[in-house]
Every structure is written in structure tokens, then in C-alpha cells.
Antibody, heavy 121, light 110 residues
Framework: QVQLVESGGGVVQPGRSLRLSCAAS????????MHWVRQVPGKGLEWVAV????????FYADSVKGRSTISRDNSYNTLYLQINSLRVEDTAVYYC??????????????WGQGTLVTVSS | DIVMTQTPLSLSVTPGQPASISCKSS???????????LYWYLQKPGQPPQLLIY???NRFSGVPDRFSGSGSGTEFTLKISRVEAEDVGFYYC????????FGQGTKVDI
């Protein structure tokens, strides 16, 4: 069965950087686009970034564009999200989610359990 | 950005009774390829969202047939024919015609 396990969350000071990881199993990772979606505790869902199956195409939400990098290592079935210049408003649970297709333009069919990032001084 | 608006934001239901959630988009979700890119997710307490419905009306694998989706263009509806206790949580509609945006969520409780 599809499993997505996020890690790397924690408490970080404003202005610092953080790299999140998502370990995937149960499917052919290199065949599918992958996303990051975040959720402020008690609030709604916000799409953050997407990377295509081979890693060449990437898109970002305006809220993180220019200070975030999504990447993947298909040899290790792992997805990453690096966020720089962290802001208090980046505080959220970050979910990785599998795209239904390869390009990363479809929908999210499986989600991980999420990792909490708290930006606070 | 495409704005997704759900109503109601909260819904208290009786087990065995039907329930309905509306979702309206600020632009048509009909793509030039003929598909309509509207989805429904359920986030149960303490869990990540799970896919219920894709492309307006298709139930995802393992989703009970008491869940159904309908609509077109900019107006969509999720219906639960007979609510069960395990259906409580937040329901979100989502579009993927242009990037991805979610509705605010509808809290369903019993």
C-alpha cells in the first residue's frame, strides 16, 4: 500500500531555514508527480509546491515562491522541501501528497500524516 | 487565483439522514480537454485528508457508495445519502484547473 512519511519538522526561529523530507513506498515513486500541501493548525489547506516525476518541472505557491525549493531523489524514493527565510506565517503541518499522474498537474490521491513546523522566536 | 466557496461551513447531521455540501468556484472548472477538475476530500479528526471524489462524480477506490458528487461549470455538490458516525470531519472541495486551491472546509458532526 502507498505510504508517505514526512520528517524534518520542529521549532525554528524566524529567518532560519528548514528542509522537510518525505519517504515514499508502496508505489513506483519515479512515475508520479509529488506535492507539498500545508495546513495551519485548525485552519484550511494550502497547496505549496509540486515537482514532476523526473524532477524537471516545479511550481510554487506565491506564498513561498523565491524562498522555497522542492526537489526529489528518485534513487531514494524521497521528496524534499527546503524553505528559507522562514516566517511566523509558515507555521503549519506540512503534508506530502502523491499526484495521480506523472506530470504533477492532476490531483492528490494519497497523503502522508504530516510534519509540524513551528516558526517562533 | 480561483476561489472556492463552500456552504454551509458547519453541518450537524443525524445518523441515517442525508447531508449535502455545496461548492462554488470563481471560474469554470471545465478544461479544454473536456474534463472538469473538481475534487472532494474528507479530513477525519487527527488524520490527513483522504480523497473521496475525483473529477466531479467519480468515487475513489474504497469510498462507500453513499458518497456522490455532481455539478458542472462553477457549481458542485457532495451528497451523503445516509450519514454514518465515521463520516464526521471536515470536507473540502478542491480545483486543479489552475494550480490547486481548496474551499474553506465544511465541518460535519453528529
Amino acid at each position: 500500500q502507498v505510504q508517505l512519511v514526512e520528517s524534518g519538522g520542529g521549532v525554528v526561529q524566524p529567518g532560519r531555514s528548514l528542509r522537510l523530507s518525505c519517504a515514499a513506498s508502496g508505489f513506483i515513486f519515479s512515475n508520479y508527480g509529488m506535492h507539498w500541501v500545508r495546513q495551519v493548525p485548525g485552519k484550511g489547506l494550502e497547496w505549496v509546491a509540486v515537482v514532476s516525476s523526473e524532477g524537471s518541472n516545479k511550481f510554487y505557491a506565491d506564498s513561498v515562491k523565491g524562498r522555497s525549493t522542492i526537489s526529489r531523489d528518485n534513487s531514494y524514493n524521497t521528496l524534499y522541501l527546503q524553505i528559507n527565510s522562514l516566517r511566523v506565517e509558515d507555521t503549519a503541518v506540512y503534508y506530502c501528497a502523491k499526484d495521480h499522474g506523472a506530470v504533477g498537474e492532476d490531483y492528490f490521491d494519497y497523503w502522508g500524516q504530516g510534519t509540524l513546523v513551528t516558526v517562533s522566536s | 487565483d480561483i476561489v472556492m466557496t463552500q456552504t454551509p461551513l458547519s453541518l450537524s447531521v443525524t445518523p441515517g439522514q442525508p447531508a449535502s455540501i455545496s461548492c462554488k468556484s470563481s471560474q469554470s472548472l471545465l478544461h479544454s480537454d473536456g474534463k472538469t477538475y473538481l475534487y472532494w476530500y474528507l479530513q477525519k479528526p487527527g488524520q490527513p485528508p483522504q480523497l473521496l471524489i475525483y473529477e466531479v462524480s467519480n468515487r475513489f477506490s474504497g469510498v462507500p457508495d453513499r458518497f456522490s458528487g455532481s455539478g458542472s461549470g462553477t457549481e458542485f455538490t457532495l451528497k451523503i445519502s445516509r450519514v454514518e458516525a465515521e463520516d464526521v470531519g471536515f470536507y473540502y472541495c478542491m480545483q486543479s484547473v489552475h494550480l490547486w486551491t481548496f474551499g474553506q472546509g465544511t465541518k460535519v458532526d453528529i
